[in-house]
């Protein structure tokens, strides 16, 4: 029974004792009946039934969202069958991008050093750049083996030790005094910083072409600073003539 049926139910029965009894009869004031009333509909009893605060919202937005696919289909083509069509395309282009592309990656970082806290000579690093190959662990192979490039240049003086040197610094700098060799440096930098901040996965063509380039530069005499020598031989022609 409703609060209002409970107070009226009342009033009435007042009203027939008050009229039993030749007495005027007795009416509740409207302000008190109203408060009454509201501490009657706020009791536990009356809400248990009621959504959640979650239920709520979600309901909320689901009808957003079925208030925006509504006004979505009635400017696309076709209707809604035109919208479902157009978001499965799309769909499926962001698929085939994913697919052909990967996951995105995080761009390498010209911050990060090239060697660790441990100093390991050349012959060390290519030792183990040779065991990781025979295991086909050619992520750790590359970076192995362009450590010990970098570690032999520095043996011979070619380069500087430094510490906190990056791959491609080491490529630019080796590359002024290994002109030839500029470019195969170059390459390999990117191939280190690809794998160990690019997240790629190396190859074993990969790391052929950089233990190539290790083994010529074994060999290899640098360029002294301020030297020519397309026309060093020119010279040395002309003095004998």
Known sequence: MSLAGGVLTT????????????????TIPRDPAREAARREL???????????????????FWAWVEDLFNSASTVTPGGPLGLVVIILVVVAVLGALWWRLGTPRRQPTSSAALF??????????????????AQGHWNQAVQERMRAIVRSLEERALLDVRPGRTADEAAAEAGRSLPAHRDRLRAAARDFDDVTYGGRTATQQAYQRIGELDRDLESSKPQLAGSTPSTAPNARQGAAE
């Not at 009033?11 to 007795?26: G, I």
């Not at 706020?42 to 909320?60: G, T, V």
């Open 11 to 26: 009033a009435s029965a007042l009203s027939l004792t008050a009229r039993s009894a030749d007495e005027p009869p007795l």
């Open 116 to 133: 660790d806290d441990r100093p390991r000579s050349a012959a060390e690093h290519r030792s183990a750049a040779e065991a990781h190959a």
């Open 42 to 60: 706020s009791k536990q009893m009356y809400h248990e039934h009621e959504p959640s605060w979650f239920q709520r919202a979600l309901d909320a």
